[in-house]
């Protein structure tokens, strides 16, 4: 008798979906004083069962996010670069959803402004946030 370990099945981008649930539990980890000890704010279970929503396609987070308004827009960008530089498997490099979120509010015409550029920069190693990898 063999004896293995069992993997939860990942979802592919495909089929993934971010639903108004995860979006609400991403957006009420958005104040001050969670994000600065975001990791020991979220039990490590569900800092695995999400983090498969970092690699999902930009239309993805796209049409998930349409009903939201800019400023929860600015959240979720706060909390997915905090999140990606402290939990552990959120690291998304070039398909972060931060560039995403980005790209929606300039189609919206209303861009980050310098104050949240700097934050970014400032609150993230990724190299590729907010704008994405240069063509």
């Given at each position: 008798?063999?004896?293995?370990?069992?993997?939860?099945?990942?979802?592919?981008?495909?089929?993934?979906?971010?639903?108004?649930?995860?979006?609400?539990?991403?957006?009420?980890?958005?104040?001050?004083?969670?994000?600065s000890s975001l990791e020991s704010h979220?039990?490590?279970?569900?800092?695995?069962?999400?983090?498969?929503?970092?690699?999902?396609?930009a239309s993805n987070w796209q049409n998930s996010v349409d009903d939201l308004n800019e400023n929860e827009l600015i959240c979720l960008i706060r909390v997915l670069t905090v999140a990606e530089e402290k939990l552990e498997g959120w690291q998304a490099g070039e398909k972060s959803p931060v560039i995403a979120l980005n790209k929606l509010l300039r189609r919206r015409g209303t861009p980050l402004n310098k104050e949240m550029l700097n934050w970014i920069k400032?609150?993230?190693?990724?190299?590729?946030?907010?704008n994405g990898p240069l063509l």
């Open positions: 008798m063999a004896i293995g370990s069992w993997e939860p099945e990942q979802k592919t981008t495909a089929e993934a979906k971010i639903d108004i649930d995860i979006l609400n539990e991403l957006l009420s980890w958005s104040s001050d004083d969670q994000l979220i039990a490590l279970q569900q800092q695995r069962d999400l983090a498969y929503i970092m690699k999902l396609d400032a609150n993230s190693s990724n190299r590729f946030l907010p």
